[in-house]
């Protein structure tokens, strides 16, 4: 099983940065895709940006130009840098692991953007 525990987030104005961490431990050599996805106030999880193993990346349209993901140490550790924020980027923001066999979530972390 792989655990991942988030850090990073919180209140910014519009125009702002802020880093997602996302720490992976147990059996992160299974790990073949780390993603980044998002939750507003009533609305359904969505996927803000995912990078494979071997550093493919797909971003949604919404964070394009804006937020990179990144990982680091045979993806044992995993990034979400957020420029240019904007108020609708307002969210929780969780991290996820996919391998083969089974999903691991982090759990969650408040990012708000003040206009």
């Known amino acids: 099983q792989v655990q991942l525990v988030q850090s990073g987030g919180g209140l910014v104005q519009a125009g702002g940065s802020l880093r997602l961490s996302c720490a992976a431990s147990g059996s992160i050599f299974r790990i073949n895709i780390m993603a980044w996805y998002r939750q507003a106030p009533g609305k359904q999880r969505e996927l803000v940006a995912s990078i494979t193993r071997g550093g493919s990346t797909v971003y949604a349209d919404s964070v394009k130009g804006r937020f990179t993901i990144s990982t680091l140490n045979a993806m044992s550790t995993f990034y979400l840098q957020m420029n240019s924020l904007k108020p609708e980027d307002t969210a929780v923001y969780y991290c996820?692991?996919?391998?083969?066999?089974?999903?691991?979530w982090g759990q969650g972390t408040q990012v708000t953007v003040s206009s």
């Open positions: 996820k692991s996919s391998s083969l066999s089974y999903d691991s």
